[in-house]
């Protein structure tokens, strides 16, 4: 299923990161594209709200990798930006973590294209505009809808 929703505020794509969250069950890998600024950390700040995490808690884990927060689900997230594109020699700090709970992933952009193929994943890309952003999701699981 294919998604394109507009933002035109911080608050609107918090609340849109919170719309996916409530619709969670707890092993998904969520995957989030954008240029820096775009709002990927507002976004994942929506997701962990829906999962009963304090949003003030969320910051992004630029400079160490990852972040664990408890909540109805575990949320690990991760940010890519410092790794880049990693070669496909170097194992990826992701992999250890699937299964483990919800992942939320900023820079996915970084990831080898298998990751975007795995069956529980969400793909989330966010396109600054002018004054808006354009949020796309796709996924394959039949009870994300956010119509």
């Known amino acids: 299923m294919n998604f394109t929703l507009l933002s035109s505020a911080p608050e609107k794509t918090l609340a849109l990161g919170r719309r996916l969250g409530r619709l969670l069950r707890g092993d998904e890998v969520v ?3 954008g240029e820096l600024g775009a ?6 700040k929506g997701l962990a709200a829906a999962l009963d995490i304090p949003v003030g ?6 400079y ?5 927060y ?3 689900f575990d949320l690990y997230h991760f ?13 990826n700090p992701v992999d250890e973590y699937i299964g483990a709970g919800v992942l939320a992933v900023e820079w996915a952009q970084y990831l080898a294209p ?3 193929a795995l069956p529980n994943t969400v793909d989330v890309s966010i396109e600054a505009e002018e004054n808006r952003r ?9 009870y994300i809808s956010l119509k």
């Open 114 to 116: 298998d990751y975007f």
């Open 57 to 62: 808690e969320v910051v992004s884990p630029s």
């Open 70 to 72: 408890s909540g109805k």
């Open 134 to 142: 354009r949020i796309t999701m796709s996924t394959k699981l039949p």
């Open 64 to 68: 160490v990798l990852m972040n664990l």
């Open 79 to 91: 940010d890519l930006y410092r790794l880049g594109l990693m070669p496909a020699e170097v194992e």
């Open 31 to 33: 995957l989030v594209r």
């Open 39 to 44: 709002g990927k950390t507002v976004f994942i």
